[in-house]
């Protein structure tokens, strides 16, 4: 059964860190695309970063290009979203997501349904 559970959420003061953890505990998305959005209150969930399957190809959206880093462990079945330079604007709760094979760029413009998603982890960026 897939199942992608998120994990590293929390408090952070703004200039700080943190880094997400994506677990595909099916261990069976090896070849899909995995991709970090956020939803902020009353907000629209926007694409924040997506990386391929063999992590050859990243995206990030502008706003947290330079300041975030995704990378992906399959030894862990596990992606991450290492989280620099955090601002106000970033409290959300952040998903993972897969979505197959398909062009990072396009998937975190939402332009693909994805197949899975985890249930969030909740980022508060304040001090």
């Known amino acids: 059964q897939v199942q992608l559970v998120e994990s590293g959420g929390g408090l952070a003061q703004p200039g700080g860190s943190l880094r997400l953890s994506c677990l595909d505990s099916g261990g069976t998305l090896d070849y899909s695309a995995i991709g970090w959005f956020r939803q902020a209150p009353g907000k629209d969930r926007e694409g924040v970063s997506c990386?391929?399957?063999?992590?050859?190809?990243?995206y990030y959206s502008d706003s947290v290009k330079g300041r975030f880093t995704i990378s992906r462990d399959k030894a862990k079945n596990t992606v991450y979203l290492q989280m620099d330079s955090l601002k106000p604007e970033g409290t959300a709760v952040y998903y993972c997501?897969?979505?197959?094979?398909?062009?990072?760029?396009?998937?975190?413009?939402?332009?693909?349904?994805?197949?899975?998603w985890g249930k969030g982890t909740l980022v508060t960026v304040s001090s």
């Open positions: 990386i391929s399957s063999n992590g050859e190809f990243t």
């Open positions: 997501a897969a979505g197959g094979l398909v062009a990072v760029e396009a998937m975190c413009h939402g332009r693909y349904g994805m197949d899975y």
